[in-house]
Protein backbone atom coordinates (compact mmCIF):
# COMPACT_ATOMS: atom_id res chain seq x y z
CA UNK A 1 0.00 0.00 0.00
CA UNK A 2 1.14 3.34 -0.66
CA UNK A 3 2.56 5.51 2.20
CA UNK A 4 -0.10 8.61 3.35
CA UNK A 5 2.99 10.89 1.48
CA UNK A 6 2.40 8.87 -1.90
CA UNK A 7 -1.08 9.36 -2.14
CA UNK A 8 -0.56 13.31 -2.50
CA UNK A 9 1.74 12.43 -5.35
CA UNK A 10 -0.38 10.11 -7.34
CA UNK A 11 -1.69 10.68 -10.69
CA UNK A 12 -5.11 11.92 -9.49
CA UNK A 13 -5.97 13.81 -6.19
CA UNK A 14 -6.23 11.93 -3.44
CA UNK A 15 -9.80 11.80 -2.54
CA UNK A 16 -10.57 11.71 1.51
CA UNK A 17 -13.86 11.11 2.61
CA UNK A 18 -14.38 12.50 6.11
CA UNK A 19 -16.16 9.68 8.66
CA UNK A 20 -17.97 11.03 11.99
CA UNK A 21 -18.49 7.79 13.59
CA UNK A 22 -17.17 3.34 13.10
CA UNK A 23 -20.13 2.94 10.97
CA UNK A 24 -19.44 5.82 8.16
CA UNK A 25 -15.31 4.61 8.15
CA UNK A 26 -16.44 0.64 7.82
CA UNK A 27 -18.31 1.82 4.61
CA UNK A 28 -15.61 4.06 3.19
CA UNK A 29 -13.31 1.26 3.79
CA UNK A 30 -15.54 -1.35 1.92
CA UNK A 31 -15.53 1.08 -0.62
CA UNK A 32 -11.95 1.05 -1.35
CA UNK A 33 -10.75 3.95 -0.21
CA UNK A 34 -7.02 4.11 0.68
CA UNK A 35 -7.42 6.60 3.41
CA UNK A 36 -10.31 8.03 5.68
CA UNK A 37 -10.18 11.49 7.61
CA UNK A 38 -12.32 12.33 10.21
CA UNK A 39 -14.58 15.35 10.50
CA UNK A 40 -15.03 17.69 13.29
CA UNK A 41 -18.25 18.78 12.57
CA UNK A 42 -19.73 15.59 11.52
CA UNK A 43 -18.27 13.91 15.35
CA UNK A 44 -20.11 17.28 16.84
CA UNK A 45 -22.89 17.03 15.46
CA UNK A 46 -23.55 13.61 15.82
CA UNK A 47 -22.65 14.29 20.12
CA UNK A 48 -25.03 17.30 19.96
CA UNK A 49 -22.38 20.01 20.11
CA UNK A 50 -21.59 22.83 17.64
CA UNK A 51 -18.19 22.58 15.61
CA UNK A 52 -15.37 24.28 17.20
CA UNK A 53 -14.26 25.79 20.36
CA UNK A 54 -12.07 22.10 21.02
CA UNK A 55 -15.65 20.39 21.39
CA UNK A 56 -14.61 17.20 19.66
CA UNK A 57 -11.29 16.82 21.38
CA UNK A 58 -12.75 13.37 23.74
CA UNK A 59 -14.80 12.12 20.55
CA UNK A 60 -12.13 12.60 17.86
CA UNK A 61 -9.24 10.84 20.25
CA UNK A 62 -11.89 8.03 20.92
CA UNK A 63 -12.84 7.70 17.26
CA UNK A 64 -8.89 7.50 16.20
CA UNK A 65 -8.13 4.62 18.62
CA UNK A 66 -10.87 2.51 16.66
CA UNK A 67 -10.59 3.53 13.18
CA UNK A 68 -6.62 3.23 13.35
CA UNK A 69 -7.63 -0.56 13.42
CA UNK A 70 -9.11 -0.48 10.23
CA UNK A 71 -6.31 -1.02 6.89
CA UNK A 72 -6.28 2.40 5.85
CA UNK A 73 -4.43 5.47 6.56
CA UNK A 74 -6.39 7.74 9.18
CA UNK A 75 -6.08 11.06 9.66
CA UNK A 76 -7.95 13.52 12.01
CA UNK A 77 -8.98 16.88 11.79
CA UNK A 78 -8.03 18.39 15.67
CA UNK A 79 -9.60 22.22 14.97
CA UNK A 80 -6.69 24.43 15.96
CA UNK A 81 -4.95 21.94 17.76
CA UNK A 82 -7.42 22.40 21.28
CA UNK A 83 -4.82 25.02 22.77
CA UNK A 84 -2.55 27.91 21.86
CA UNK A 85 0.60 26.34 23.67
CA UNK A 86 2.61 24.50 20.81
CA UNK A 87 3.64 21.96 23.38
CA UNK A 88 0.06 21.04 23.95
CA UNK A 89 -0.28 20.40 20.60
CA UNK A 90 2.46 18.12 20.08
CA UNK A 91 0.59 16.01 23.49
CA UNK A 92 -2.55 15.85 21.14
CA UNK A 93 -0.65 14.91 17.99
CA UNK A 94 1.54 12.79 19.48
CA UNK A 95 -0.91 10.62 21.40
CA UNK A 96 -3.14 10.43 18.01
CA UNK A 97 0.58 9.20 15.86
CA UNK A 98 0.85 6.96 18.87
CA UNK A 99 -2.56 5.06 18.43
CA UNK A 100 -1.98 4.54 14.49
CA UNK A 101 -2.56 8.07 13.04
CA UNK A 102 -0.84 9.87 10.38
CA UNK A 103 -1.86 12.72 9.95
CA UNK A 104 -3.67 15.75 10.99
CA UNK A 105 -5.46 18.93 10.04
CA UNK A 106 -4.55 22.40 11.76
CA UNK A 107 -6.23 25.35 11.24
CA UNK A 108 -5.42 28.86 12.14
CA UNK A 109 -8.74 30.36 13.08
CA UNK A 110 -10.73 30.22 16.27
CA UNK A 111 -14.36 31.09 17.05
CA UNK A 112 -14.74 31.91 13.20
CA UNK A 113 -11.94 34.37 13.00
CA UNK A 114 -8.23 34.19 11.32
CA UNK A 115 -5.47 34.38 14.59
CA UNK A 116 -2.17 35.45 13.64
CA UNK A 117 0.00 33.23 11.67
CA UNK A 118 2.58 33.18 13.50
CA UNK A 119 0.31 31.03 16.08
CA UNK A 120 0.16 27.96 14.04
CA UNK A 121 3.46 28.31 12.79
CA UNK A 122 4.58 27.70 16.21
CA UNK A 123 2.52 24.46 16.32
CA UNK A 124 3.75 23.31 12.85
CA UNK A 125 7.00 24.13 13.73
CA UNK A 126 6.41 22.21 17.59
CA UNK A 127 4.89 19.49 15.60
CA UNK A 128 7.43 18.47 13.00
CA UNK A 129 10.57 18.81 15.59
CA UNK A 130 8.95 15.86 17.73
CA UNK A 131 6.78 13.82 15.43
CA UNK A 132 8.18 14.44 11.85
CA UNK A 133 6.60 11.43 11.10
CA UNK A 134 2.81 12.93 11.19
CA UNK A 135 1.79 14.46 7.81
CA UNK A 136 0.93 18.28 8.90
CA UNK A 137 -2.17 19.62 6.38
CA UNK A 138 -1.92 23.42 8.12
CA UNK A 139 -5.55 24.69 6.96
CA UNK A 140 -5.60 28.47 5.77
CA UNK A 141 -9.12 30.06 6.21
CA UNK A 142 -9.34 33.17 4.63
CA UNK A 143 -11.79 32.03 1.98
CA UNK A 144 -13.82 30.05 5.31
CA UNK A 145 -14.21 32.64 6.96
CA UNK A 146 -14.24 35.38 4.18
CA UNK A 147 -11.44 37.25 5.63
CA UNK A 148 -8.76 39.18 4.03
CA UNK A 149 -9.96 36.57 1.24
CA UNK A 150 -7.21 37.05 -1.59
CA UNK A 151 -4.96 35.02 -3.04
CA UNK A 152 -2.02 37.13 -1.95
CA UNK A 153 -3.16 36.87 1.66
CA UNK A 154 -3.65 33.10 1.08
CA UNK A 155 -0.50 32.77 -0.37
CA UNK A 156 1.23 35.11 2.62
CA UNK A 157 0.03 32.53 5.41
CA UNK A 158 0.32 29.17 3.53
CA UNK A 159 4.56 30.21 2.89
CA UNK A 160 4.54 31.17 6.65
CA UNK A 161 3.50 27.76 7.45
CA UNK A 162 5.25 25.98 4.87
CA UNK A 163 8.65 27.50 6.08
CA UNK A 164 7.49 26.14 9.41
CA UNK A 165 7.64 22.53 8.00
CA UNK A 166 3.59 22.06 6.77
CA UNK A 167 3.43 18.96 4.54
CA UNK A 168 0.59 20.31 2.61
CA UNK A 169 -1.96 22.94 2.53
CA UNK A 170 -5.84 23.15 2.91
CA UNK A 171 -7.67 25.98 1.67
CA UNK A 172 -11.04 25.72 2.49
CA UNK A 173 -13.71 27.69 0.78
CA UNK A 174 -11.94 28.64 -2.39
CA UNK A 175 -14.30 28.24 -5.36
CA UNK A 176 -12.82 30.22 -8.13
CA UNK A 177 -10.54 27.98 -11.17
CA UNK A 178 -8.28 31.55 -11.18
CA UNK A 179 -7.75 31.80 -7.54
CA UNK A 180 -7.25 27.90 -7.45
CA UNK A 181 -4.70 28.04 -9.97
CA UNK A 182 -3.12 30.98 -8.86
CA UNK A 183 -3.15 29.20 -5.08
CA UNK A 184 -1.46 26.10 -6.37
CA UNK A 185 1.11 27.75 -8.82
CA UNK A 186 2.34 29.78 -5.49
CA UNK A 187 2.79 26.99 -3.41
CA UNK A 188 5.64 24.15 -3.32
CA UNK A 189 3.13 22.05 -1.36
CA UNK A 190 0.30 19.42 -2.02
CA UNK A 191 -2.94 21.80 -2.03
CA UNK A 192 -5.88 20.69 -0.48
CA UNK A 193 -9.65 21.81 -1.15
CA UNK A 194 -13.08 20.70 -0.04
CA UNK A 195 -15.26 18.63 -2.69
CA UNK A 196 -16.68 21.42 -4.89
CA UNK A 197 -20.22 21.68 -6.07
CA UNK A 198 -19.04 22.50 -9.58
CA UNK A 199 -15.59 20.92 -9.85
CA UNK A 200 -15.04 17.69 -10.42
CA UNK A 201 -12.19 15.92 -8.67
CA UNK A 202 -10.36 15.36 -12.04
CA UNK A 203 -10.91 19.31 -12.62
CA UNK A 204 -9.67 20.12 -9.27
CA UNK A 205 -6.64 18.09 -10.46
CA UNK A 206 -6.01 19.87 -13.48
CA UNK A 207 -6.01 22.85 -11.53
CA UNK A 208 -3.21 21.66 -9.64
CA UNK A 209 -4.90 20.05 -6.28
CA UNK A 210 -3.40 17.43 -4.79
CA UNK A 211 -6.49 16.30 -2.42
CA UNK A 212 -10.08 16.80 -2.24
CA UNK A 213 -12.10 16.06 0.57
CA UNK A 214 -15.31 15.95 1.26
CA UNK A 215 -15.60 17.43 4.61
CA UNK A 216 -19.28 17.16 6.17
CA UNK A 217 -20.78 16.53 2.87
CA UNK A 218 -21.14 12.79 3.80
CA UNK A 219 -22.60 13.52 7.43
CA UNK A 220 -24.78 16.36 6.04
CA UNK A 221 -26.07 13.84 3.11
CA UNK A 222 -26.62 10.90 5.43
CA UNK A 223 -28.66 13.76 7.90
CA UNK A 224 -30.74 14.44 4.58
CA UNK A 225 -31.21 11.11 3.38
CA UNK A 226 -32.50 9.67 6.95
CA UNK A 227 -35.21 12.46 6.63
CA UNK A 228 -36.29 11.84 2.94
CA UNK A 229 -36.75 7.93 4.15
CA UNK A 230 -38.60 9.21 7.30
CA UNK A 231 -41.09 11.88 5.31
CA UNK A 232 -41.26 9.20 2.45
CA UNK A 233 -42.88 6.69 4.89
CA UNK A 234 -45.06 8.89 6.49
CA UNK A 235 -46.52 10.64 2.88
CA UNK A 236 -46.88 6.54 1.97
CA UNK A 237 -44.45 6.80 -0.44
CA UNK A 238 -41.99 4.07 -1.49
CA UNK A 239 -38.58 4.09 0.10
CA UNK A 240 -34.97 4.07 -1.48
CA UNK A 241 -33.01 1.07 -1.32
CA UNK A 242 -30.09 0.76 1.10
CA UNK A 243 -27.03 -1.84 2.59
CA UNK A 244 -28.57 -4.24 4.40
CA UNK A 245 -28.90 -4.83 7.88
CA UNK A 246 -26.92 -8.14 7.55
CA UNK A 247 -24.02 -6.51 5.34
CA UNK A 248 -23.29 -3.39 7.87
CA UNK A 249 -23.98 -5.98 10.70
CA UNK A 250 -21.17 -8.44 8.83
CA UNK A 251 -18.69 -5.37 8.94
CA UNK A 252 -19.14 -4.42 12.43
CA UNK A 253 -18.96 -8.06 13.46
CA UNK A 254 -16.26 -8.34 11.56
CA UNK A 255 -14.45 -5.40 13.07
CA UNK A 256 -15.28 -6.24 16.64
CA UNK A 257 -13.59 -9.52 16.39
Known sequence: MDTFRELHNADAPLLLPNAWDVGSALAFEAAGFPA???????????????DGGGSTRAATMALAALLCRLPVHITADIEDGYSDDPTEVVDVVSDLADLGVVGVNLEDSRDGHLVDPAVLAAK???IKRHRPDVFVNARVDNFWFDEEATVQAVLLRALAYADAGADGIFVPGVTDPVDIRSITAGIDLPVNVLAHPTLTVAELGALGIRRVSSGSLPYRAAVDAAVNVATALRDNQRTPAATSYWEMQSRLEAFSD
Open 124 to 126: VAA
Open 36 to 50: IGTTSFGIAASTGLP
